[in-house]
T-cell receptor, first 110, second 111 residues
Framework: GEDVEQSLFLSVREGDSSVINCTYT??????LYWYKQEPGAGLQLLTY?????DMKQDQRLTVLLNKKDKHLSLRIADTQTGDSAIYFC??????????FGTGTSLTVIP | EAQVTQNPRYLITVTGKKLTVTCSQN?????MSWYRQDPGLGLRQIYY???????DKGDVPEGYKVSRKEKRNFPLILESPSPNQTSLYFC??????????FGPGTRLLVL
């Protein structure tokens, strides 16, 4: 399958911005997603971006896509303790098969 | 409420004893799929289904079976479970080409 890579851990102070990075190998990726997983729960869709977009903003969330470098990032503004979770990047070229990164565990320090 | 449900949520079984994990969605989604989540490996796709009676293998299908006889249901069958199938399993559904919506997960321990 395709490779999707993320760093495993990120710590930030409450009120700061968090930036979670993701790289992928599939140059034909059409859809790119960010999911959040809280302890003991399933994955919750946060936001997604199509490959013909560079940026998408949704309240405190900003997604940036650099298609040339195959790099996706998720910025969370004014990070709160409730944002502590595992964040997964995922990509799909066809909408049939989805490839997920290993997840980034975000810890927000009060 | 629009949702994907899975049962059971927790299951302990022994090697070789057939089991089925059910998945149901009430959103009239055509697409359904199963994933397993293992530490350090993220989520890996087991099987997916584009519609009723249409299923295909994902990246890790060995040891699993699925069926899609009705649009809303997509059960995962382990005919002869082994300890390496101990994992956290997620079912997901979507409109074709749309984002996935996940169930709450089923934690399976095979002794």
């Amino acid at each position: 399958g395709e490779d999707v890579e993320q760093s495993l851990f990120l710590s930030v102070r409450e009120g700061d911005s968090s930036v979670i990075n993701c790289t992928y190998t599939d140059s034909s990726s059409t859809y790119l997603y960010w999911y959040k997983q809280e302890p003991g729960a399933g994955l919750q869709l946060l936001t997604y971006i199509f490959s013909n977009m560079d940026m998408k903003q949704d309240q405190r969330l900003t997604v940036l896509l650099n298609k040339k470098d195959k790099h996706l990032s998720l910025r969370i503004a004014d990070t709160q303790t409730g944002d502590s979770a595992i964040y997964f990047c995922a990509e799909s070229a066809t909408g049939n098969q989805f490839y997920f990164g290993t997840g980034t565990s975000l810890t927000v320090i009060p | 409420e629009a949702q994907v449900t899975q049962n059971p949520r927790y299951l302990i079984t022994v090697t070789g004893k057939k089991l089925t994990v059910t998945c149901s969605q009430n959103m009239n989604h055509e697409y359904m799929s199963w994933y397993r989540q293992d530490p350090g490996l993220g989520l890996r796709q087991i099987y997916y289904s584009m519609n009723v009676e249409v299923t295909d293998k994902g990246d890790v299908p060995e040891g699993y079976k699925v069926s899609r006889k009705e649009k809303r249901n997509f059960p995962l069958i382990l005919e002869s479970p082994s300890p390496n199938q101990t994992s956290l399993y997620f079912c997901a559904s979507s409109l074709t080409g749309g984002p996935l919506y996940f169930g709450p997960g089923t934690r399976l321990l095979v002794l």
